[in-house]
Each structure stands twice: as structure tokens, then as C-alpha cells.
């Protein structure tokens, strides 16, 4: 935990003007002794959004949002109270001494600091360094101005073997630079820059902190990857992070929506528009993780990728992801297989502002009009293919939404409208019919499964009764109470007790059902058989068939700890476990290779 004294606190809430560090992100006008603006934080035409700046607060009586000028911060930049205090603490110029109890946030912050003296760097090259020119030139050609360039940090890293390393390794220890991954080391022990010449696009958490980069070629190349990304590090996956999300924030929640984008320039084509509630997944297909970080901040998403057959198969993908995650969602699908980019360069930054707000369409228009495309629907195997894609698409809708794609159905194959009504009744017809039967059998492989360990326990338990060898071979073979059955762990107890108490008992099986009573003594007399057929191999297939169980439910047990551990803080555990996994699954496997051979 990092800790601000209380004096200090109040010297940084005393020296800040809240209206000049408002007004910075609000157009503020004089209001009598206040000063009032549209809020940020909701859509309103009429301002309702005021700020005192006698009393150091601001207050907004559309939606209720009120505090301080760290408040304000905190929710519109998405920042811890710390983190504002910083802020305003860097912008008054005010000492700050801060106390940390926790080491791995102090690596953090020296991460963190390390990456945002790297990307000083890198725009430094891109717009004051003469080897930087061909890079601006590029993007200048794209449509990308200086203050686009200054507005997304982009940057670049020179064609030189170590120009970053050079620079950084004067304030920073080697170590750190290749845990972060802006250099790699040779095997003759000479260290060299992971990016080089590539524009860089920083890639930052949601609270504005820089935690790895992406580094994309200007020049074509025929050996080279378009795009380079910094390694999976403590502070940077790339499938937990969302490009642009930090700047998106205070705008997705005016909006109450978020458009996602694939790549980088889609983001900045976006922005330029006037879309700024735009962000990215930087190029790979979206994960639960970030469908889980959109939620944070809005239920509502607008899907806009590349209007190509790629473009298409990444968002039936993306889809089903955002929709488990109860999310809200729409589609905007480019014409002519453009990408945002290219759309804005064709058009313009108006038209696409406006084809983003007019062209929405939701998720089943989409997928029925990805499906017509991709089928052949001149030939009568291709429209029989296609209706049963379209059936299975309605098949858990209601009636409307049901007999509005069965008309359009009909229509796109010229078949009867009744015609196709028809097999769609019969389609829903035979998915029941087939439900009902996978539900029972199912249902009989369950019991299997679950019967599969209670019969090992009902033979282990005739075998431990039948004999001292038997009973030591078990026992040297399993640890503790075997039975996980209750009637059976009650056999076993009982057997247990008879032994200790009269252990030369001339027939322990008698004694033991006598311990029974009623339906309880009925179902034990079936479980200790007077007659069983022993063999060791038998014996010693149920004693693995029971550490095989033992081993699962460990396993369990181990992937819940490490559910409720954040694998980029509990580094050391998270590693621990998953090493504890491995080796119990090795056991496993030993165990099923054992069974195996002795059946052979």
C-alpha cells in the first residue's frame, strides 16, 4: 500500500484550483460565483455541471456527481485516489514522499516509470531525430497529423542494434529492461533492442499506465511481421488489455457505450471522427478477459472490424463472447471490405461519424446476412444448408423475431413462405426429439461415472474384510477413510470398530451386518457379498481407481486457489500451483499407464 500524510493532502487540495484543472477537460463559463459546463460524466444539452472555486468542489445536479478535484480525476481519468493525488501533486509542483508497504508494487511503478522514459524516447526519434523523418513522412501520408501523433504518443524506434538500450541502461538495471521486454539478450552476452525500426504505438492499462508496445513497419517487407509486440511480462498480456481504454473511459460513460475496433489505426480514424469512445484488441481475436473489462465500464458495445471475410469471422466470434458476458450487442459492417482507415480516407471523417451512428444492425441481422453470403444459393444443396444454418439461428428466439427471417428465408430462396414454415416445424420437431434423448443418455453416463468409484469401494470393501493380506495391501495402498459413499464409509468404520474390538472374531461379516437394522442392514448384506470372486489384479485396479479420484479432487481444490489469485501480483503462488497441477496430472497418468498394463 502506498500512504500520502494528511498534511500533505490538504496543502494539495488547498494549492489546486479545481476550475483550472477542470476546465482543462470541461468548457467551464462563469456562473455568479461558480462556474458551470456540460457533464462529463452524462449526455445533457442544458448545463447542469457546477464548480466552486471558494470551496473546492464541484457538484452536478443532472446526475449527482459531486467531490473534490481528486474525485473528479479518480472517475474521469479512472484513477485510484493516489494515483490523482500524484497528478496534482506533479501539477503544483508539491514534494511528495510516499511510503509503500509492498515491494511487488514498487517493481510495478519502477516498470511502469521505465516504460514511459522508453516511449519519451521513442516520440523524441519519430518527431525531432532526422532518422525519425521517413517514419513521420509515412504517417503523414495516412492522414496522421502532429497533433494526432502527440495525442496518441506514437513514437519511433530507430534501425539501431541497442540506440535504447544505450539511453536506459545509464538510469535502469539490465535486469529490468529484459523483464519488461524492451531488450533481449545474445548468447555472447551483448544486449539489443527488442524494436527497431518500427513506428510505436504504447499500449497502456486503464489507469494511463504505459505496460508495453507495438512496434509496425512503414517500409514493406517480405521476411518481416507487421506488427511486433512487447513479451507477456508481470505488468503487460495482451489478451487482458484494450487499446486506447484509458483515454476511452470518461467518453464511454458520457456515451454509455464503447465502439471496439480491431487494429490501431482503426482506434485513431475513429477519433479523428469524433467517435472517441473507440478502442482496440490490437489485432487478435477477443478474449472473455477483455469482454469482462468492457463490462466495467458499459453494457452496451458497437462491433466494427474489417468489413472482409476475416473481419466477418472475427466478430461471429466476438459475439458469442460479449453476449456470455451479458453484454449489449450491435454491429456496423463497412461496405467494400474496408477497414475504418480506409473507409474515412475514401469518404470522410463526417460520413464515417455518421455510417457508425445510422448503419447499426443487430447481432442476427449480422449473422443472417454472414450466412447468405457464404452460401451458394443457385444450387438445392446450398439452400438447404442455408436454411438449417438460419433455423438453428432462430430456434431459441421468440415468434416475431422467428417468422421475420423465416418471410426473409423464403424470400432470399424464392421457396413458399408455408413451405418453409412448415420445415421449420418439423426441424423444431426432431430437436426435441433428439434432446430428449442425448438428456438420457447423459444422464445414464453420469450414473456411470459416478458409479464407476462407488463400486470400487463396494469391492475394496469385501476384499477388506475377506482377509488380513488383503486388508494390509489397502491399507499400505491408501491413506485414511477410503469410502466417499456414505453407507459405504459407514461399512468400513463399523469394520474398522468390530477389528478393534474383537479382533478374532470367527466371522467378521456376520458381526459387522449385525450392526445393521432394517433397510440400511438390507443394502449391506448387498454390498458384502458372501462370495467374491478376489484377484490382485482386481484389488489393485480399485485401489487406483480410488487415488485416481483422490488426485482429481485435489487438482480441484488447487484450481480454485489459484482462481481467487491474480496470476500478474501472486506471481510466486499462481507459478506454485500450476507447477502442483503438472505434477498431480503426471500422477494421474502413471496411474491410468499402470491399470493398463496390468490389464494386459
Not at 408455408?418 to 430428449?436: A, C, H
Amino acid at each position: 500500500m502506498e500512504r500520502i500524510s494528511q498534511q500533505t493532502i490538504d496543502e494539495i487540495m488547498n494549492v489546486a484550483d479545481i476550475v483550472e484543472v477542470i476546465g482543462e477537460y470541461v468548457q467551464l463559463q462563469p456562473a455568479g460565483k461558480s462556474y458551470k459546463g456540460l457533464c462529463p460524466f452524462h449526455n445533457e444539452k442544458t448545463p447542469s455541471f457546477f464548480v466552486n472555486k471558494e470551496k473546492h468542489l464541484f457538484n452536478c445536479f443532472g446526475c449527482g456527481e459531486k467531490g473534490n478535484a481528486a474525485s473528479f480525476l479518480m472517475k474521469y481519468k479512472n484513477l485510484t485516489y493516489v494515483e490523482a493525488l500524484k497528478n496534482l501533486a506533479d501539477r503544483y509542483r508539491i514534494p511528495l514522499e510516499i511510503e509503500s508497504t509492498n515491494n511487488q508494487l514498487d517493481k510495478f511503478n519502477r516498470y511502469y516509470e521505465i516504460n514511459r522514459t522508453a516511449l519519451d524516447y521513442y516520440q523524441l526519434a519519430l518527431t525531432h531525430l532526422e532518422t525519425g523523418k521517413p517514419a513521420l513522412d509515412y504517417l503523414k501520408k495516412r492522414g496522421i497529423d502532429i497533433k494526432t501523433i502527440q495525442q496518441f504518443e506514437i513514437g519511433f524506434a530507430p534501425n539501431d542494434m541497442d540506440v535504447l538500450f544505450k539511453n536506459l541502461k545509464t538510469k535502469y538495471q539490465e535486469l529490468d529492461l529484459l523483464d519488461i521486454g524492451l531488450v533481449k539478450k545474445h548468447q555472447d552476452g551483448h544486449y539489443y533492442d527488442l524494436f527497431r525500426n518500427r513506428i510505436i504505438f504504447p499500449i497502456k492499462n486503464a489507469q494511463g499506465k504505459v505496460i508495453g508496445f507495438s512496434g509496425r513497419i512503414y517500409q514493406a517487407s517480405e521476411t518481416e511481421p507487421k506488427y511486433v509486440n512487447s513479451p507477456f511480462t508481470q505488468i503487460f498480456t495482451k489478451g487482458e488489455v484494450l487499446y486506447n481504454l484509458d483515454k476511452a473511459i470518461p467518453v464511454i460513460k458520457q456515451m454509455k457505450r464503447v465502439v471496439l475496433y480491431e487494429g490501431f489505426m482503426d482506434v485513431i480514424a475513429s477519433v479523428r471522427a469524433g467517435v472517441n469512445e473507440a478502442i482496440a484488441t490490437m489485432g487478435t481475436a477477443l478474449t472473455i478477459e477483455q469482454a469482462r473489462l468492457i463490462k466495467k465500464h458499459t453494457d452496451n458495445i458497437i462491433l466494427c472490424y474489417d468489413g472482409d471475410s476475416a473481419g466477418f469471422e472475427a466478430m461471429m466470434k466476438a459475439i458469442q463472447i460479449l453476449e456470455n458476458e451479458k453484454l449489449m450487442v450491435n454491429l456496423v459492417v463497412l461496405p467494400e471490405k474496408l477497414d475504418p482507415d480506409e473507409y474515412v480516407k475514401k469518404y470522410s471523417l463526417e460520413k464515417y461519424q455518421n455510417y457508425i451512428n445510422t448503419q447499426q444492425i443487430d447481432p442476427f441481422e449480422f449473422k443472417y446476412q454472414y450466412l447468405r453470403k457464404h452460401s451458394d444459393l443457385k444450387r438445392a444443396g446450398g439452400i438447404e444448408r442455408f436454411k438449417l444454418s438460419v433455423f438453428d439461428l432462430i430456434k431459441e428466439t421468440s415468434a416475431t423475431v422467428s417468422e421475420l427471417y423465416l418471410k426473409k428465408l423464403a424470400t432470399d430462396t424464392s421457396v413458399d413462405f408455408q413451405t418453409v414454415k412448415t420445415d421449420y416445424r418439423d426441424y423444431q420437431l426432431s430437436k426435441v426429439i433428439t434432446k430428449n434423448q442425448n438428456e438420457s443418455k447423459q444422464k445414464l453416463i453420469h450414473i456411470a461415472i459416478s458409479n464407476k468409484y462407488v463400486l470400487a469401494e463396494t469391492a475394496l470393501l469385501n476384499y477388506y474384510i475377506d482377509s488380513p493380506e488383503y486388508r494390509a495391501i489397502i491399507q499400505n495402498g491408501l491413506v485414511g477413510v477410503f469410502c466417499a459413499d456414505d453407507l459405504n464409509r459407514e461399512i468400513l468404520l463399523t469394520i474398522d470398530d468390530v477389528l478393534e474390538t474383537s479382533s478374532h472374531s470367527p466371522n467378521l461379516r456376520e458381526t459387522v451386518l449385525s450392526r445393521f437394522k432394517n433397510e440400511k442392514l438390507l443394502k449391506a448384506e448387498l454390498i458384502l457379498k458372501p462370495k467374491h470372486d478376489y484377484t490382485l489384479i482386481e484389488l489393485d485396479d480399485c485401489i487406483n481407481q480410488i487415488k485416481e479420484r483422490s488426485l482429481i479432487s485435489e487438482e480441484n481444490a488447487i484450481r480454485e486457489k489459484q482462481r481467487q489469485l491474480d496470476p500478474h501480483i501472486d506471481v510466486d503462488e499462481y507459478k506454485k500451483l500450476s507447477a502442483d497441477v503438472l505434477s498431480i496430472r503426471q500422477r494421474r497418468e502413471n496411474i491410468w499407464k499402470k491399470t493398463k498394463s496390468s490389464k494386459n
